[in-house]
Structure formats: C-alpha cells, structure tokens
C-alpha cells in the first residue's frame, strides 16, 4: 500500500482537519476524565470547542469519498448540535440543571468525536475497503458501522454506570 501525507490529508483543508482533529481528541478525553469546573478544565473545553467547530467546519469542505454530501456529512451536523446543545446551558445558565445538561451532551460530544475517529481510520483502508476505481464497497459500510457500534456501546455502558453520580454531582436542587 502506498500511503503518502497527500493520501492523508489531500490539501490544506484537509490539513487543517486532521489538526483539529487530533486538538479535539486529546482535549476531548482531557475534558472527561479530568475534574470538572476548574481552570483548566473551562480552558481545555474551550479549546474542544474550538477544535470541534473548526472540524466540523473543514468537514463541509472535504467531498474526496462521495464526491457530494454524504453519510459522514450528516455526522457532522449531529456533531454541531451535540456541540451547541453542551454549550448553550453552561454559557447561559437558563435551566436549573444547565450543568447536567452540559454534561451529557458534551459528554456525547466526545464519543460522536471517537466515532468519528473510528469511521476515519476505515476510511483509510483503501486495499480492503475500495475498488479500483475508488469507489467504497459493502464490506466497508459494515466495517464503519461495527467500528462506530462497538464505540458507541463503550460509551453508553460508561455513561450508565457513572450517570447516578454524575447526576447527583451535576444536578441543582
């Protein structure tokens, strides 16, 4: 398999994605496992932010799969609603609960994110997933979505276990 930084990253856009993406994955996971409400965990959750809205935003311009929108084109907006419905509640602090709601949906954010991050690796897989002319054959689709279930049930099994306690942390009485 001949794999380049070109086969990689395609152009500058595509460059700018797979910074952001690394951004976002690393301070993603940072924002979960560190301790909520200090410092560094409001500037860490900026920079996510940050990250995922210039991902997202580089994610509209990049049609090398399909050559129009697509599947993970629509991943992205579920992306970018994830992203703005974490970030309304903490940034108005309208509801009585904006930090468990906070919570959830950037916690979900980040494993959207790692979803991702698991359809992009099988994007790049080209001698197993691609015909000769480039196009992406079944196997790859179930691939993808096996990826992205396996994912998915990690951080709902996550998500079930700690929900009490985050609850009960996180819920204004």
């Not at 794999?3 to 990689?8: K, P, Q, S």
């Not at 935003?57 to 991943?75: D, E």
């Not at 998915?152 to 700690?162: C, D, E, P, S």
Request: charged letters at 10%.
């Amino acid at each position: 398999m001949n794999m380049n930084f070109n086969n990689i990253v395609g152009d500058a856009v595509g460059l700018v994605h797979l910074i952001a993406s690394i951004i976002a994955l690393i301070t993603g996971l940072m924002v979960l496992i560190n301790k909520k409400g200090t410092k560094l965990h409001k500037r860490t959750g900026y920079v996510y932010a940050a990250a995922m809205l210039v991902l997202n935003a580089t994610a509209f311009m990049i049609y090398r799969l399909y050559g129009n929108f697509g599947i993970f084109h629509w991943f992205a907006v579920f992306s970018c609603l994830t992203l703005v419905a974490g970030l309304y509640p903490v940034l108005t602090k309208r509801s009585k609960n904006y930090l468990l709601l906070h919570f959830s949906f950037m916690y979900w954010s980040v494993i959207g994110l790692y979803c991702a991050f698991m359809a992009e690796v099988f994007t790049r897989l080209p001698s197993i997933v691609l015909t000769a002319s480039g196009e992406p054959i079944t196997i790859f689709y179930k691939m993808v979505g096996i990826a992205i279930a396996i994912t998915m049930v990690v951080g709902i099994a996550f998500f079930r276990k700690h929900s009490p306690k985050w609850t009960k942390q996180y819920q204004r009485r």
